[in-house]
């Protein structure tokens, strides 16, 4: 059997994973320019396009690559075989939507250390997008985000007035938002006024 196409490696190695990965760290993998990859990845995303009744995609979230089911076969699947959020997740990801751009200083200020955590477990999913900004890093929803929350908008100062309207519906503030998301724990958060959201280095404008 002659060797496979650098594409059809990646392939297999994005499906076998299930996660996400840096076009760095399959560059490492295989020991192949990154320039290479790159264009082999975009190669086969076009492929997949053009596959006939294919039910994945290759999507890029915030520089990382993974497959996942076209966002229109959702609702014909099962619960138990969609992909979820594990419930642990949910209050860091409620604060990032609900206060972003915020800095991930901030969200150790609300959550405690292991806001750390969650924010690498977040991005990893291609959720949230996280920014070096000075000493502390810049944290956005991504498009993948607003369409699992089912949010009409994908621009993030959009998600987040949308977070703050469903919010304000059920007469919460974003602390007492993701106290209800948190599982089976009680969780102190410390709620930031818009003062002390600036002081901490990022404004809803950057």
């Known amino acids: ?23 760095s760290e399959l560059s490492d993998l295989l020991d192949a320019p990154q320039e290479d990859v790159e ?7 076009k492929t997949i396009k053009r596959r006939e009744n294919c039910a994945l995609q290759l999507t890029e979230v ?21 992909a979820d959020i594990p419930q642990r997740l949910l209050p860091a990801a409620a604060l990032i939507a609900y206060h972003q751009p915020m800095s991930q200083a901030q969200l150790v200020e609300m959550l405690g250390q292991r806001a750390y955590d969650h924010v690498r477990d977040l991005s990893k999913m291609g959720l949230i997008d996280r920014r070096r900004k000075g000493l502390t890093r810049r944290l956005t929803t991504t498009r993948r985000f607003a369409e699992y929350f089912g949010c009409p908008e994908v621009d993030f100062r959009k998600v987040r007035e949308w977070f703050k309207e469903e ?34 280095g990022i404004s809803a404008e950057d």
């Open 167 to 200: 919010a304000s519906k059920m007469g919460l503030t974003s602390a007492e938002l993701a106290a209800s998301l948190a599982p089976d724990e009680q969780l102190v958060i410390h709620d930031f006024s818009e003062e002390e959201a600036s002081e901490v």
């Open 62 to 82: 915030s520089g990382r690559w993974i497959f996942e089911v076209r966002p229109e076969l959702s609702d014909f699947l099962p619960e138990d075989f969609r």
């Open 39 to 45: 264009e082999s990845l975009q190669k086969l995303r």
């Open 1 to 23: 059997m002659s060797e496979p196409a650098l594409s059809t490696i990646l392939e297999a190695i994005l499906f076998g994973a299930g996660r996400s990965m840096k076009v």
